[in-house]
């Protein structure tokens, strides 16, 4: 529930972050998310638990876009400090989810589910505490944006109410279709799907209708390859979250490995997920875009081929270790590199927009690649009273099925034309302006201009 409320208000909080401040929802989201983490320790029953995890994926639906965006704000224009600044990003991105993983494994090994929350409220408090007083207060906003009056107006009500019902009721049919009695065939399921596309696409007319009033505006599509660059990302993450979760499976139900063991051979996956995040904010200004994203799909693509052919019973080392790995860098690849594409494709004013939409994309991309691994599970013979060789055919289908939703990036990726995804500037501090054509000058080749204009003009002087 957690990453199905997140998904669905991304959108939402990104627009928010760009109206009321980045920083101001940056620090609501994280007190909500503070709040009901407590309360997701505390809960009773799993029917609050369910709920209390929902309100913690809009508190971290808040925090994200306006966090984000603060960077992508702060650095608009593309330089070394902005690829360093990503660089930590993407790193605390792999960061964050192995100390999830790892956490997750000590508290079901040696302690309860209910530290699990409680830990993670104590991070939370101390992340929070420590931006009050490193996060400058005007970080991220534009000083030149003019002062919108009644800002409650500008936002888009209908446009959210439409997003946030139609992503929520896709995600659900999604999800819970293997539960259903009648699997895909129970009449709520299809009907709720159905119903999920029609909001959808009345969204999309909504939003063309408010032009750049719109909680999305559509000209934010319009940038070149920005649409092709997201689709190309949410196929990808299809492939990165399958495998990555059942890999799990498959270690501790197949294999028989212990939560904290399983944690542990997760390690990899951190630490190559950090160093492509350094690695790329050097490579990301050298390599075109193109390039980037099929050097990273290829490596997506050799970890469930790796899996697909393991035994049951078989070592760390030889194919669990490099699917771990090449997973890691092949994500980590395309999340870095798509990151960087959307900040420096949207306006300063739009960053909490772009980040909403970037996020959105994660975020689904995880939700339906789940549900319908969790599908193609099921038909696989992953059920209830499964076997293990039962277990182990779904988890194979599952590695199957990530492999043919790769053949479609794949493809999509020949079609990214254009030059690099940025250039860097030579001077740190400079800011790069946007010609008439959409190329980048930095200010180093203006006042170059300017000076042999100069020049030009005492030479005509001197001449008369």
């Not at 107006?153 to 446009?159: A, M, N, Q, T, V």
């Not at 939409?357 to 009273?385: E, K, M, R, W, Y």
């Not at 099925?401 to 940025?422: E, M, N």
Request: include cysteine; aromatic fraction near 12%.
């Amino acid at each position: 529930m957690f990453r199905v409320a997140n998904g669905c208000f991304l959108l939402t909080s990104g627009r928010l972050a760009d109206l009321y401040g980045r920083r101001r929802v940056f620090f609501v989201g994280s007190a909500i998310y503070l709040v009901f983490t407590i309360l997701c320790g505390v809960a009773q029953n799993g029917l609050m638990l369910f709920i209390m995890r929902a309100f913690q994926g809009l508190g971290s639906a808040l925090c994200v876009p306006g966090a984000v965006g603060i960077v992508g704000a702060t650095y608009h224009r593309y330089n070394k400090r902005k690829a360093l600044a990503f660089a930590v990003v993407g790193g605390m991105a792999t960061t964050g989810f192995l100390a999830g993983i790892l956490l997750g494994g000590i508290c079901a090994q040696l302690l309860t589910w209910r530290w699990l929350f409680f830990i993670t409220a104590i991070l939370a408090g101390l992340m929070i505490a420590s931006a009050l007083f490193i996060v400058p207060k005007e970080a991220g906003e534009d000083p030149d944006q003019p002062h919108i009056p009644n800002k409650y107006k500008e936002i888009d009500w209908w446009g959210q109410l439409l997003s946030i019902s139609g992503l929520v009721l896709l995600a659900f049919s999604l999800t819970y279709s293997t539960q259903a009695p009648n699997g895909w065939a129970t009449w709520y399921i299809i009907f709720l799907l159905i119903l999920s596309f029609i909001l959808l696409g009345l969204f999309v007319f909504v939003e063309h209708k408010r032009g750049a009033r719109a909680m999305m505006p559509l000209k934010i599509w319009r940038s070149p390859q920005f649409a092709l660059v997201m689709a190309l990302l949410f196929l990808g993450w299809f492939d990165f979250e399958i495998v990555t979760l059942y890999m799990t499976f498959l270690f501790q139900n197949v294999r028989g490995v212990s939560p904290l063991l399983c944690t542990l051979y997760f390690l990899p996956d951190v630490i190559f997920g950090v160093l492509t995040a350094i690695v790329m904010a050097r490579v990301i200004p050298i390599f075109r875009t193109q390039f980037l994203f099929l050097a990273g799909l290829l490596l997506l693509l050799a970890a469930p081929f790796l899996m697909v052919f393991s035994p049951a019973q078989q070592s760390y080392w030889p194919q669990t270790f490099p699917a771990i790995t090449l997973s890691a860098i092949g994500g980590m690849t395309l999340f870095n590199v798509a990151n960087v594409f959307v900040s420096s494709s949207v306006a300063r004013e739009d960053q909490g927009l772009g980040q909403g939409i970037f996020n959105t994309v994660v975020q689904c991309g995880t939700a339906i690649s789940l549900a319908l691994a969790a599908v193609v599970a099921h038909a696989g013979g992953v059920t209830p009273d499964a076997t293990t060789q039962d277990l182990l055919s779904g988890y194979r289908a599952c590695f199957w099925f990530s492999i043919g939703i790769l053949s479609l990036p794949l493809i999509g990726v020949w079609f990214l034309r254009g030059k690099k995804a940025t250039s860097v500037s030579n001077d740190d501090n400079s800011r790069d302006t946007p010609d008439g054509n959409g190329n980048e000058q930095t200010n180093q080749e203006e006042n170059t201009e300017k000076t042999e204009k100069l020049d030009s003009d005492e030479s005509e002087k001197t001449k008369r």
